[in-house]
Each structure stands twice: as C-alpha cells, then as structure tokens.
Nanobody, 126 residues
Framework: VQLQAYGGGLVQAGDSLRLSCTAS????????MAWFRQAPGVEREFVAA????????YYGDSVRGRFTISRDMAKNTVHLQMNSLRPEDTAVYYC????????????????????WGQGTLVTVSS
C-alpha cells in the first residue's frame, strides 16, 4: 500500500486545517488507517485511527474532541480534520495503514502499522 499525505501548512493557534492521505490500495475498504505525528526530539504519537468492520473510532488523548478522522471510500482517501489547533500540535503528521485488522490494544503503537506515508508538516504559531 502506498500512501500520499498532504494538506499541512502554517496556521495560527485556534485555526483549523484538514489533512488528507490517499492510498493506492484498490481494496481500500479492507485497509485499516491511522494518523500519527512526530515533533522534533519526541517519539511518534498516536493521533487517530479506525479499523475495518469496527464502528469505533480511536483518538489520542491530546486530540480527542478537536480532531476528527474520516474516510472517502470513493477516493481511497482518509482525512484528518483538525480544529482549535494549538502550538503543541506542531509536528510532522503521518498516515499509516495495515491490511490485517489490528487488535484494539495495539492501535496506538506505531509498530503495529505496516505502511507509512511520507509525512506532512503542520506548524501552529502562537
């Protein structure tokens, strides 16, 4: 699965931004998708994910209530809508994919995910 993430940029605190990630996989409906982020000197942090066949959507504690993950099946694309952005949201954002459905306890672990996009930089100024 090849992933192409885009939509990053420079915004001010309180602004919104939408990231997108397009997957090459034709059977997109079978792919589990996630977003992670990584700031300089910090480990990669889980942001959001969904699993195929699971109505639950998973969010990291630091973004819950502000970020929303969604997918457009017709375009093989997953989006990350980010609202009320804060300077601490500044990071490179990566989309990730996994063919086999991950167990719920492993969703937030970067090692769980097999395929990664190149990342898109989000900078939030104060």
């Amino acid at each position: 699965v090849q992933l192409q993430a885009y939509g990053g940029g420079l915004v001010q605190a309180g602004d919104s931004l939408r990231l997108s990630c397009t997957a090459s996989e034709r059977t997109f409906s079978l792919v589990n998708m996630a977003w992670f982020r990584q700031a300089p000197g910090v480990e990669r942090e889980f942001v959001a994910a969904f699993r195929r066949g699971d109505t639950n959507i998973y969010y990291g504690d630091s973004v819950r209530g502000r970020f929303t993950i969604s997918r457009d099946m017709a375009k093989n694309t997953v989006h990350l809508q980010m609202n009320s952005l804060r300077p601490e949201d500044t990071a490179v954002y990566y989309c990730a994919a996994k063919i086999n459905r991950p167990i719920s306890s492993a969703i937030a672990l970067a090692d769980t995910w097999n395929f990664w996009g190149q990342g898109t930089l989000v900078t939030v100024s104060s």
